[in-house]
């Protein structure tokens, strides 16, 4: 019983890295199908990769605005603000993959997959959080002490 109140205790605390977790999985999905719908469809891979992966990060936008931020806020400049931390966080992805797989030699999808993949999902949530769906009031009030 204690051990099922202490996963609660961590769902609770970790709900909205949980929630961008599964929304992460929703938004990889949705580019996958999308790519491989336009590769059948007998679109090149370039502009079936450009269009899946412009899909994923507008699905990205609206889910992680909504369902694990629970953003309120409407604006251009958080639009801005997210393109800006998805194009940071793509620029250390590629990075890391230069690091990990050409220059300390491990396999690219180990390397994607375990050290990568793992930088770019801390970045982004970390970004998200704290730079993108930055709720005003919520801020201020937790300054403030309320």
Not at 9 to 36: D, E, M, Q, R
Not at 89 to 107: D, K, N, P, R, W
Not at 115 to 129: C, D, E, Q
């Amino acid at each position: 019983m204690r051990m099922l109140l202490n996963i609660k205790s961590l769902a609770k605390k970790y709900k909205s890295f949980i929630t961008y977790a599964v929304v992460g999985v929703i938004n990889s999905s949705v580019s996958f199908i999308v790519f491989s719908i336009a590769v059948f469809l007998g679109i090149h891979v370039v502009l079936a990769q450009a269009l899946a992966y412009m899909l994923g990060l507008i699905c990205s936008f609206f889910l992680n605005k909504y369902f694990t931020f629970k953003n309120t806020v409407k604006s251009l400049w958080q639009v801005f603000l997210f393109l800006l931390v998805n194009g940071v966080t793509m620029s250390v992805s590629m990075a890391a993959i230069y690091l990990f797989h050409v220059i300390i030699g491990i396999q690219e999808y180990i390397a994607n997959i375990f050290f990568v993949a793992p930088i770019v999902m801390v970045l982004n949530y970390t970004g998200f959080r704290y730079i993108v769906f930055v709720d005003v009031k919520t801020t201020k009030a937790t300054e403030e002490g309320n």
